[in-house]
């Protein structure tokens, strides 16, 4: 992420963060923008937890979808700001960013680098949030994790939401083109895990049990609400009629003014499959934390072709080596720590990804000197 990136997604957040007071009172209106967005937000609030779903984002440039907590501001306004984002800018294909919101509005972005469009593909998102640390992960890895000082700010109850807009600064989502509307941002499902340490069934350590999953076959209005506001920077009034529920799916919908609502195709269950294979499989890296080599076995890989590469935390690609299949479907896979110019990397975690065509797989590594 460079800093001039940083600099415009703190000056929208701030932004946000000067009108929410107002926008969130208990007076609630529309301001007649150019476009309509969706927000689902929850009835109740939680104070920790680990909060997951399944999504195909919004494509195209200028557009943000999301899965994200949020406390709601009161008369202390921006000082008691607690928010944490899985966001997706449909100007990038391959990438997801990840954010903690904490007092005054600071931010701690970061960025990920995906082996896929997010926007044509469901995969699985999740972040645990502990008063010790906030983790992100995908398909059920870790990919990011923020454990530092300002994360025992994050300590006040927030509402889980998910949202589609139209931010109106270019430099931060890309320029928008109205003629691609209407898009859409798809949820296959969505779970809330209580934060149990020591008493749990899932997530970290079995840190967290289960509480509930919504299949979004219908509308809960015991749990759920349809946002109804803006905000300034937004260019998307939120109303109700963007948040469609389509053969078990939840649609968040962003329109022009006079064609609101869900007008895309028919979904079914077959959409929510990821490309990948399920008889395609990468066993555990071993060893692993490793200090010399690791090694990694590609299963049931027996055509085409694909690639192995390793990833700092921060989304910059630091190896690649094509893999080809061979007859037998089962490929040994080796990286000895070494960058693509033959230099030993530095101690720390490492995303492993095989990709292959719309197919990938991840795998989380810590190499030790």
Request: charged share 15%; aromatic share 14%; proline share 5%.
């Amino acid at each position: 992420m460079n800093k001039g990136y940083m600099n415009i997604a703190h000056y929208v957040k701030l932004m946000r963060a000067t009108t929410m007071i107002l926008i969130l009172s208990p007076v609630l209106f529309l301001q007649a923008k150019d476009y309509r967005g969706g927000e689902y937000r929850t009835i109740e609030t939680f104070l920790y937890g680990r909060f997951e779903a399944r999504i195909k984002s919004a494509p195209f440039s200028g557009t943000v979808s999301s899965l994200f907590t949020y406390h709601e501001l009161g008369g202390a306004g921006i000082q008691d700001w607690n928010e944490i984002d899985i966001e997706f800018l449909g100007r990038y294909i391959n990438r997801v960013q990840f954010n903690t919101i904490t007092d005054w509005q600071t931010n701690h972005e970061h960025s990920v680098t995906l082996g896929y469009n997010p926007a044509v593909v469901f995969h699985d998102y999740a972040f645990e949030w502990t008063p010790w640390y906030v983790a992100w992960f995908v398909d059920g890895v870790e990919v990011y994790r923020q454990q530092y000082g300002h994360i025992e700010q994050l300590n006040r109850s927030q509402k889980l939401m998910m949202n589609i807009w139209q931010p109106d600064y270019p430099d931060w989502v890309g320029p928008f083109n109205p003629t691609n509307l209407p898009i859409y941002a798809y949820y296959d499902w969505v779970s809330y895990a209580a934060y149990t340490p020591g008493d749990g069934t899932t997530g970290t350590n079995n840190g967290f049990t289960p509480v509930w999953h919504d299949d979004f076959d219908s509308w809960d209005t015991d749990r759920w609400q349809k946002a109804t506001h803006t905000w300034n920077g937004n260019n998307c009034d939120f109303i109700p009629e963007n948040v469609v529920f389509n053969n078990g799916y939840m649609v968040l919908c962003m329109t022009t003014p006079t064609n609101t609502g869900y007008s895309g195709p028919a979904l079914s269950l077959n959409d929510s499959l990821i490309s990948l294979p399920e008889d395609m499989k990468l066993s555990p890296a071993y060893p692993n934390p490793f200090n010399a080599n690791t090694n990694l076995i590609l299963q049931n890989f027996s055509q085409g072709n694909a690639t192995f590469e390793i990833f700092d935390t921060v989304g910059k690609k630091i190896y690649s080596k094509a893999i080809s299949s061979n007859p037998t479907g089962v490929q040994t896979l080796v990286w000895d720590g070494k960058n693509d110019s033959g230099k030993t990397v530095s101690s720390g975690s490492y995303i492993v990804m095989v990709n292959a065509m719309d197919q990938q797989i991840i795998q989380k590594v810590l190499m030790l000197k």
